[in-house]
């Protein structure tokens, strides 16, 4: 992989592609599923930790940590607006991942201390359930098929799958150091790796 520290990852079904954020660069990156750039965009964001799109791939929402928000941008990488994840207690523990559910609510995890799951109605905060499986929380997807979130934990190097309501439904070890980022396409799991750089493809766990 080119790109140093990724911290988050997407998949959007509407235009078939992988999308990255990392810690370190003010870019959305475009990759493909062996972890090759095919393209980039630059944004305004900062300290850049998960990424998702609209059900229509015409908005990005960018989690950055440092700033504890999260950042709307167009395709061409125009900043739209940020509302406040208020949240963390501690800088360093802020929005690490960010994911759409199937009606278009933006549903935000909180690293750690509180280690949480917000749910946004647009901007408006309706529900935070606090979870305590791992020791951290890393990256979120949504799993519309079963109407549930899969989770990476960095600091226990696991993958768990949750309910809406933040029932544990699996867990799963991984091999991956510092997992931070997790997309699913068809029956394939991506797992992208802060300190190796490099994305880890599996079977989806069942």
């Known amino acids: 992989m080119e790109i140093t520290e990724p911290s988050g990852l997407a998949y959007s079904s509407k235009t078939h592609q992988l999308y990255m954020v990392s810690d370190n660069r003010s870019t959305i990156f475009a990759i493909d599923t062996t972890g090759r750039v095919l393209s980039s965009i630059p944004i305004?964001?900062?300290d850049l930790e998960g990424i998702t799109l609209?059900?229509?791939a015409d908005t990005f929402f960018?989690?950055?940590?440092t700033l504890s928000q999260i950042t709307s941008y167009l395709p061409n990488g125009s900043k739209v607006s940020s509302f406040p994840i208020t949240v963390r207690t501690e800088t360093k523990h802020g929005p690490e991942g960010v994911t759409t559910d199937n009606s278009g609510h933006l549903l935000v995890i909180n690293e750690k201390l509180p280690m949480m799951l917000l749910e946004y109605a647009g901007t408006t905060?309706?529900?935070r359930t606090t979870l305590s499986y791992t020791t951290d929380i890393s990256d979120i997807c949504y799993d519309?098929?079963?109407?549930?979130?899969?989770?990476v934990?960095?600091?226990s190097q696991m993958v768990i799958k949750i309910s809406r309501s933040g029932a544990l439904l699996g867990q799963w070890s991984m091999t991956v150091n510092q997992g931070e980022g997790i997309a699913f396409i068809g029956n394939k799991m991506y797992i992208v790796s802060d300190v190796d750089a490099k994305l880890y493809v599996y079977v989806k766990p069942s």
């Open 54 to 56: 609209s059900a229509n």
């Open 153 to 155: 934990s960095d600091e």
């Open 44 to 46: 305004s964001g900062q």
């Open 144 to 151: 519309a098929a079963s109407d549930a979130f899969w989770i």
């Open 125 to 127: 905060e309706v529900r």
């Open 62 to 65: 960018v989690a950055e940590e």
